[in-house]
């Protein structure tokens, strides 16, 4: 079996984290197991200065795991390494029902396009973009062939997700 993927994907302050927190929430409710991507623009940190893990990093580690009882996360150093693209990342996740992509805009996996009037930039993405499937919108949108949904409308748009990517049809979770 292929791993199921969906995006959210839209501007900047367009409600891509609320849209995918709620969805995840409403998938894993629904029974099925879910993982993210999150693709960040700029740098970023999960671990502070100070820590045992930070000082490995720093010492030249190009991998860092931090292990508990409740949870292990895995850190790797890119150093002069490339980003890795999105299908590098997938296949580092474990099986799952499905894989929700927060971003990622130029990736050619299914996605909805948040839209949001305080969003900085309105410019549709879904015209120049045939990988979107659908809008999410807090606002009316007009002359559009995919289907449009309220951006505060979790339940439709969690079943949309379902049915577009075939979880539906699989047996139940």
Same mark, same amino acid.
């Given at each position: 079996?292929?791993?199921?993927?969906?995006?959210?994907?839209?501007?900047?302050?367009?409600?891509?984290?609320?849209?995918?927190?709620? %969805?995840?929430?409403?998938?894993?409710?629904?029974?099925?197991?879910?993982?993210?991507?999150?693709?960040?623009?700029?740098?970023?940190?999960?671990?502070?200065?100070?820590?045992?893990?930070?000082?490995?990093?720093?010492?030249?580690?190009?991998?860092?795991?931090?292990?508990?009882?409740?949870?292990?996360?895995?850190?790797?150093?890119?150093?002069?390494?490339?980003?890795?693209?999105?299908?590098?990342?997938?296949?580092?996740?474990?099986?799952?029902?499905? %894989?929700?992509?927060?971003?990622?805009?130029?990736?050619?996996?299914?996605?909805?396009?948040?839209?949001?009037?305080?969003?900085?930039?309105?410019?549709?993405?879904?015209?120049?973009?045939?990988?979107?499937?659908?809008?999410?919108?807090?606002?009316?949108?007009?002359?559009?062939?995919?289907?449009?949904?309220?951006?505060?409308?979790?339940?439709?748009?969690?079943?949309?997700?379902?049915?577009?990517?075939?979880?539906?049809?699989?047996?139940?979770?």
């Amino acid at each position: 079996m292929t791993q199921r993927v969906f995006g959210i994907t839209g501007w900047k302050n367009a409600g891509k984290t609320g849209l995918t927190v709620r %969805v995840v929430e409403e998938l894993t409710r629904r029974g099925w197991r879910v993982s993210t991507v999150k693709h960040a623009h700029h740098g970023f940190d999960i671990d502070r200065q100070g820590t045992d893990s930070y000082r490995h990093r720093q010492a030249g580690a190009s991998e860092v795991a931090i292990v508990s009882g409740s949870r292990w996360a895995l850190m790797h150093e890119l150093r002069d390494e490339p980003e890795p693209d999105l299908d590098a990342v997938l296949q580092r996740l474990a099986p799952c029902d499905l %894989v929700v992509i927060e971003g990622y805009k130029r990736e050619g996996h299914p996605k909805i396009e948040t839209r949001r009037r305080e969003s900085g930039d309105r410019d549709p993405l879904s015209p120049g973009d045939p990988t979107i499937v659908a809008i999410a919108a807090d606002h009316s949108v007009d002359a559009t062939p995919l289907p449009v949904f309220d951006l505060d409308d979790t339940t439709s748009i969690a079943d949309f997700i379902e049915h577009f990517t075939g979880l539906k049809e699989t047996a139940s979770p």
